[in-house]
């Protein structure tokens, strides 16, 4: 017979497994849920009534009534996500929200022969007026992604020489999470 300590670690990681499949996927169905995540529907409804108690999912009906025809969707108001492409001769950054929309974006073009201090500096200038424009200040950014034009080993977050990144050292990772906080992520 399960002790209590059991099912609890087992409902908690049922908890995480649909947590993060709408991470992964965005919006899903129940049903569409039961299905990615190998749960059973009543696992899946049970859970999904669960978070959307604690404000942790919104739920949109999709069309004729009906549980299974509901999308299930991470609570917007959960925190937001900042994207920074760093490009040859330019920059952009956007927000978005754990629902998959969009927030807002900027772009500026780079000069030839940037750094990467230099352009943290911009990304920041173009983040902070979205974010005031939101109501919404740094605390609400739970996860940063980069992208970068050079070959990069993700492990390390070492960059691999790059002709487009000439004046750049080879120590990014730890360069941008020291700047922009321990939960980035750094991807070609």
Not at 36 to 59: D, K, W, Y
Not at 117 to 144: G, K, M, N, Q, Y
Request: contains cysteine.
């Amino acid at each position: 017979m399960p002790r209590d300590g059991d099912l609890r670690a087992l409902r908690q990681m049922n908890r995480r497994r649909v947590v993060d499949e709408l991470i992964r996927q965005g919006p899903l169905t129940q049903a569409q849920l039961a299905r990615s995540t190998g749960l059973s529907p009543a696992t899946v409804s049970s859970i999904v009534r669960g978070l959307s108690e604690a404000g942790s999912v919104e739920m949109a009906d999709t069309g004729p009534p009906g549980r299974r025809g509901r999308i299930v969707q991470l609570a917007s108001d959960l925190g937001i996500v900042v994207g920074i492409d760093i490009g040859h001769r330019h920059l952009r950054v956007a927000l978005g929200a754990l629902d998959y929309s969009i927030l807002g974006e900027a772009a500026c073009p780079l000069p030839p022969d940037h750094d990467l201090e230099e352009d943290l500096d911009r990304a920041e200038r173009l983040i902070e007026p979205l974010l005031r424009e939101r109501r919404l200040t740094r605390d609400h950014v739970v996860h940063t992604a980069v992208g970068l034009p050079a070959p990069l080993d993700v492990d390390s977050g070492r960059l691999v020489t790059s002709p487009h990144l000439p004046t750049w050292d080879s120590h990014v990772g730890d360069a941008i999470a020291a700047r922009l906080g321990d939960d980035v992520e750094i991807d070609n």
